[in-house]
């Protein structure tokens, strides 16, 4: 998601925040800052919305004197939009504690209350901004006012109000702190979002990824989960958050800066892949549990009242994020909520038809594709209600929709959509979840199960991209062919039009998405001895249809690649397997997605195409 730099040590300090910033940019961001210590233990802030470069310009412009500590981030926008106020740092209310932060604080809302309620005054819309206030309010607990604590007690005091501050916060993050009355230690933890400390002599790093220093060392130690360190100019100690001290291994990276930035993987779309659990996670944090209950009205506004008085539900969106609106419609009809899905292009009259009674779910990565935009304009003006379910906070379709549901994916960089997908699939499931819920569709045990099969998620997508040697060994046999088909039926025949729509973006070759059961009116005809057929064939109520339609395709000459599990691959009979875990039919899309993925993926590096950038394509289309 976001990028952190921190530094302590020499007298370069901003030079090293920026150019570790400016190692983070790949990671897509919209805004940026820094905070130092000067020489006379005075706060130095700079903030912008927008570009490192800006950033840069602004700090050469007044230069700091003396910084030997500081921290740095480039944000992309989870709560609240992108601009120069909630830019990171944040600051206490006395701008004295200084914080960044990667990741979600999921019980945000309860603790600015609290703290406004003490008297805090906040000065951002962000979820990170509580945790300053709150570790200022620790301070006053171990009652550290002006000189009422000794000089050589700041250090033990700062640690163990740090400690007490991670007690009390809930989500996911990696954060870095610094105190202007504490300037030769720099705080940070990690919980659920990556964090790593640089070694270097007499100076140390902080970053959430190595690529930020990786120019200035390469002895790194990476954070686990409850972990956190206290750096300083001539060492770091680490720590349980409990404040137990631990000893922790220091690796040394062979990467070179490229190869960092994209975590070690070839390319973006390949780490994107493998992040899909991660987006999982972190679309569904905090807002499963209960369904239909108070949760969405919380966070978005959305009554379980609302979620009752719509008579159904329209979704619209263009290219993947149409894909995961036709699993939709499949998911909320199978609650028995009529349901219906266009690609926005080819959206215009229908919109007419709408009215007050219909909810349109609009899905967007970027926010910004004008046939999406120009549909949700249209909806509106019939008095449909939109709820928006997107990547990019801020984005136009954010500000135009009445309802929005952050998918909290981080940016996605490979113009290919792959963990965006996924967390449109998780937002999807979620939604559909609570409004079965709250329309009595979805009685208490079936709701238990429900969201426990969707916790279950994360887990099974780890298991399948542990597969991707034996999935890479499949897709390079067809490296030259030069036709695709994609078969499958009910909810994952979205997923066979995605696989085919991977291969088609990244490899350049001919491939179609089908359902099963239309191939034999009409587009069997084009199968010929050796066509690769990949068949989506999860264990469920389709699979004996699937197991005749891929007889059919294998009678004329086809080359099936079956994507089963241990059940379902007993019915099927092709000449090559991908077995997946089983699960329960209902939420196969969010896997039997990732083999094709990493089948696209495969081919199109046997081909040796520019795979994070194909050619003719935009990572957002904003033009109709
Ligand atoms: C996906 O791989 C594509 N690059 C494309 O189909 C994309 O999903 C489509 O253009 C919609 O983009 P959006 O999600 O930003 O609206």
């Known amino acids: 998601?976001?990028?952190?730099?921190?530094?302590?040590?020499?007298?370069?300090?901003?030079?090293?925040?920026?150019?570790?910033?400016?190692?983070?940019?790949?990671?897509?961001?919209?805004?940026?800052?820094?905070?130092?210590?000067?020489?006379?233990?005075?706060?130095?802030?700079?903030?912008?919305?927008?570009?490192?470069?800006?950033?840069?310009?602004?700090?050469?412009?007044?230069?700091?004197?003396g910084a030997r500590i500081g921290i740095g981030h480039t944000r992309w926008a989870t709560h609240g939009v992108p601009s120069e106020d909630n830019a990171h740092p944040h600051t206490d209310c006395a701008s004295q504690l200084v914080v960044v932060h990667n990741g979600i604080i999921e019980n945000y809302l309860e603790l600015k209350e609290q703290l406004l309620f003490a008297g805090h005054k906040f000065k951002s819309e962000t979820d990170t901004e509580v945790i300053a206030h709150l570790l200022e309010e620790k301070l006053k607990t171990l009652h550290v006012q002006e000189k009422a604590v000794r000089s050589d007690m700041l250090e033990p005091v700062f640690f163990e109000a740090f400690r007490r501050m991670l007690a009390d916060i809930k989500g996911s993050f990696a954060l870095s702190v610094i105190w202007a009355r504490c300037p030769h230690m720099l705080l940070a933890a990690r919980m659920y979002s990556p964090l790593v400390v640089g070694l270097g002599k007499g100076e140390n790093f902080i970053a959430s990824d190595v690529s930020a220093f990786l120019k200035h060392t390469k002895r790194v130690v990476f954070l686990n989960d409850g972990e956190m360190a206290a750096v300083k100019e001539d060492g770091v100690d680490?720590?349980?958050?409990?404040?137990?001290?631990?000893?922790?291994?220091?690796?040394?990276?062979?990467?070179?800066?490229?190869?960092?930035?994209?975590?070690?993987?070839?390319?973006?779309?390949?780490?994107?892949?493998?992040?899909?659990?991660?987006?999982?996670?972190?679309?569904?944090?905090?807002?499963?549990?209960p369904l239909g209950g108070d949760i969405l009205r919380r966070e978005i506004g959305l009554s379980a009242d609302a979620m009752r008085s719509f008579s159904g539900v329209q979704f619209i969106a263009c290219g993947t994020a149409y894909h995961a609106c036709l699993v939709g419609r499949v998911l909320f009809e199978n609650f028995g909520v009529p349901a219906s899905a266009d690609i926005a292009s080819e959206f215009t009259d229908r919109a007419g038809l709408l009215s007050d009674k219909t909810l349109v779910?609009?899905?967007?990565?970027?926010?910004?594709?004008?046939?999406?935009?120009?549909?949700?304009?249209?909806?509106?003006?019939?008095?449909?209600?939109?709820?928006?379910?997107?990547?990019?906070?801020?984005?136009?379709?954010?500000?135009e929709a009445d309802y929005v549901l952050h998918t909290h994916c981080g940016p996605e960089i490979g113009v290919a959509s792959t963990k965006a997908f996924m967390g449109q699939l998780a937002a999807i499931y979620l939604l559909a979840g609570h409004f079965a819920a709250a329309r009595r569709l979805l009685l208490e045990t079936d709701a238990r199960s429900y969201a426990e099969n969707l916790l279950k998620m994360p887990r099974l997508i780890e298991e399948i991209l542990e597969?991707?040697?034996?999935?890479?060994?499949?897709?390079?046999?067809?490296?030259?062919?030069?036709?695709?088909?994609?078969?499958?039926?009910?909810?994952?025949?979205?997923?066979?039009?995605?696989?085919?729509?991977?291969?088609?973006?990244i490899s350049y070759v001919h491939a179609e998405g089908y359902p099963a059961g239309e191939m034999k009116h009409g587009p069997i005809a084009i199968i010929y001895a050796g066509m690769p057929l990949l068949a989506v064939a999860p264990s469920g109520r389709a699979l004996e249809l699937m197991a005749g339609n891929v007889e059919e395709a294998k009678a004329r000459g086809a080359e099936v690649v079956a994507i089963v599990d241990s059940a379902s691959k007993k019915v099927i009979k092709a000449s090559r397997y991908i077995t997946l875990p089983l699960a329960d039919e209902l939420f196969t899309?969010?896997?039997?997605?990732?083999?094709?993925?990493?089948?696209?993926?495969?081919?199109a590096l046997a081909k040796k195409c520019d795979i994070d950038k194909p050619r003719n394509l935009a990572k957002s289309v904003t033009v109709r």
Not at 469 to 498: C, D, M, T, W
Not at 589 to 603: D, R, S
Request: positive net charge; hydrophobic residues 40%; glycine residues 8%.
């Open 238 to 289: 680490f720590y349980t958050f409990q404040g137990k001290k631990i000893s922790k291994d220091c690796v040394t990276i062979q990467w070179d800066s490229t190869m960092a930035e994209k975590g070690g993987y070839k390319h973006f779309m390949l780490k994107e892949i493998h992040e899909q659990a991660e987006a999982v996670e972190n679309t569904l944090r905090g807002r499963l549990l």
């Open 361 to 399: 779910v609009a899905i967007s990565q970027s926010g910004e594709t004008a046939d999406t935009l120009f549909a949700v304009r249209e909806a509106r003006a019939s008095g449909a209600k939109v709820l928006a379910i997107t990547n990019t906070v801020g984005s136009t379709l954010t500000r």
């Open 589 to 603: 899309p969010m896997l039997t997605v990732i083999p094709l993925q990493i089948f696209a993926y495969h081919v």
């Open 467 to 505: 597969q991707e040697k034996e999935i890479a060994k499949v897709a390079q046999g067809f490296a030259s062919s030069e036709h695709f088909l994609f078969i499958s039926r009910h909810i994952n025949y979205p997923i066979a039009l995605e696989g085919a729509l991977k291969i088609k973006e």
């Open 1 to 65: 998601m976001c990028g952190i730099t921190g530094y302590i040590g020499g007298n370069k300090t901003t030079d090293i925040l920026i150019d570790g910033l400016k190692r983070l940019e790949y990671r897509g961001y919209d805004s940026c800052g820094i905070a130092v210590i000067d020489a006379r233990n005075s706060l130095y802030l700079r903030r912008v919305s927008g570009r490192v470069g800006a950033l840069d310009k602004l700090v050469a412009a007044e230069p700091v004197k």
